[in-house]
């Protein structure tokens, strides 16, 4: 293990909600942080130590952001290939590079998930409109094409409800832009009548050890989460599943840090793997009231070297986002004390935009 003092200094790169609540968490353990990212005035930056506000392509930057740290982590995984391979060079980054790349091509993760042995909804690999209406053939509809790069929130997806929305499906993930001949534009993927969406989040240490927090019931809105419960409505079998596959996940990637595993839950309680983030996870913010340990201080820990701990439970939670408008209706919940709010220091609350979220706590009831 090699472990930070306490005054070292933690390198983030990205520097948006999770980069923020990542740095109070290492403010806590005693350490410093450096926020890196290329947006001024971001949540992370007003709390952390340090901020560099450059392109994640300025290499002057990058050099200079590395030979100010004593580790690096990161809060989202697009992080450009040349940009890790640089900071890898210069200094100890965890997660690897590898558990990045994984994660940033749908096509990739969907392999990855075959060779753990985790059930995915059936998929095809896709580069031009006629691959799409070959894949049709093999993948009835309804199904989703999504680009293998780069989507989130729902970006970069449509639905294709019959054969004939593909080439406007096409149309909408391509910008009407033709990808590059060779490689994997796109996946077409089965829809999934789930009974449920779950996700897992495992820690994984220096020393190879794994915790998982719980499995959480997430519910999107509008492709984005809205909220996630625990304990979440499936049975002890389904979930010690579930726990086994992020763990099984985080060992086969040798990851040191945190792995969020989502997975839906048909109506015979089978997992299929939808994707996955080495990074703190929307839907493990409920961990910050409802356990001992939270998700931030997990990888915090696992960064510097320290020993992770069982993160335990201590009351049912749901954690709802708040989104654009609703940060301006908090009365209700300052006025709960069961009701723990994080709003992330956002000036603008437009439509869509994370602003913060709330947990809210009862009694543990398993
Ligand atoms: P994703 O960007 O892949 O995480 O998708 C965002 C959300 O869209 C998921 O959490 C699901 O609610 C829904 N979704 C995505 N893919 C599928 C699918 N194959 N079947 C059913 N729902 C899906």
């Known amino acids: 293990m090699h472990r930070l003092s306490p005054g070292a200094t933690i390198g983030i790169l990205g520097n948006g909600q999770l980069g923020r609540m990542l740095c109070l968490s290492a403010a806590r353990l005693g350490y410093r942080t450096h926020v890196f990212g290329p947006e001024a005035d971001s949540p992370a930056e007003q709390v952390a130590s340090v901020s560099t506000v450059a392109a994640y392509t300025d290499e002057a930057s990058l050099a200079a952001f590395s030979a100010a740290v004593d580790a690096v982590t990161f809060e989202f995984e697009n992080v450009p290939a040349a940009a890790a391979a640089f900071l890898a060079a210069h200094t100890r980054v965890r997660p690897s590079w590898r558990a990045l790349e994984v994660c940033q091509d749908r096509t990739k993760e969907k392999q990855f998930f075959a060779s753990i042995n985790a059930a995915t909804p059936p ?104 909220t996630s419960t625990v304990p979440a409505r499936i049975n002890a079998a389904t979930a010690a599943a579930a726990t086994d596959i992020a763990t099984r996940a985080a060992k086969a990637l040798d990851l040191v840090g945190l792995l969020a595993m989502e997975m839906f839950v048909t109506a015979d309680g089978k997992l299929l793997c939808n994707e996955m983030a080495p990074r703190p996870h929307n839907s493990g913010h409920w961990t910050q009231d409802a356990c001992g340990t939270d998700q931030f201080e997990q990888l915090i820990r696992a960064v510097a070297g320290l020993p992770l701990v069982d993160p335990a439970r201590h009351a049912d939670v749901v954690m709802r986002n708040l989104v654009g408008a609703d940060v301006n209706n908090l009365d209700g919940y300052l006025a709960d004390p069961a009701a723990h709010i994080h709003l992330y220091g956002k000036a603008e609350a437009r439509p869509g935009r994370k602003m913060g979220h709330v947990n809210i706590l009862r009694p543990k009831s398993s």
């Open 123 to 226: 998929w095809q690999p896709v580069n031009a409109l006629d691959d799409l209406k070959a894949a049709l053939t093999k993948i009835n509809p309804p199904a989703v094409l999504k680009t293998a790069r780069l989507g989130y929130d729902g970006k970069g997806q449509a639905k294709v409800l019959i054969a004939g929305d593909a080439d406007a499906a096409w149309s909408t993930v391509t910008g009407g832009k033709p990808p590059a001949p060779n490689g994997t534009f796109a996946v077409l993927e089965g829809f999934v009548d789930f009974a449920c969406e779950i996700s897992v989040i495992a820690a994984r240490g220096q020393d190879g050890k794994i915790v998982c927090f719980e499995p959480a019931e997430n519910v999107h809105a509008n492709h984005m989460l809205a």
